[in-house]
Nanobody, 121 residues
Framework: QVQLVESGGGLVQPGGSLRLSCVAS????????MGWYRQAQGKQREIVAT???????YYEDSVKGRFTISRDNAKNMVALQMNSLKPEDTAVYYC???????????????WGQGTQVTVSS
């Protein structure tokens, strides 16, 4: 079993920045993909960004150039730096991982508890 614990999130004005972090623990040996999803109120959960063990990344089109995903394999941690935030980025953000996860999505087996990001003036 794998546990994912997120931190960060909060309220920020449009154009501002936030950083999310996620630490994995438990049976993490061999976990290749880690990433972030988000779910806005009334909408389906969607992929935001992913990164594999080699550092290859994927970004959803609406966040390209604004968000940066990074990974520290030694600390079993993945982070999401979010810049130039927009109101439409408001959502609950979830850390995700799992053996059936792919760079473009796949099927994550493990989820964090979620952290709220609200972009509003």
């Amino acid at each position: 079993q794998v546990q994912l614990v997120e931190s960060g999130g909060g309220l920020v004005q449009p154009g501002g920045s936030l950083r999310l972090s996620c630490v994995a623990s438990g049976e993490i040996v061999g976990l290749n993909l880690m990433g972030w999803y988000r779910q806005a109120q009334g909408k389906q959960r969607e992929i935001v960004a992913t990164v594999d063990n080699s550092g290859s990344t994927y970004y959803e089109d609406s966040v390209k150039g604004r968000f940066t995903i990074s990974r520290d394999n030694a600390k079993n941690m993945v982070a999401l730096q979010m810049n130039s935030l927009k109101p439409e980025d408001t959502a609950v953000y979830y850390c995700a991982s799992g053996p059936r996860m792919t760079l473009t999505g796949g099927s994550p087996s493990y989820w964090g508890q979620g952290t709220q990001v609200t972009v509003s003036s």
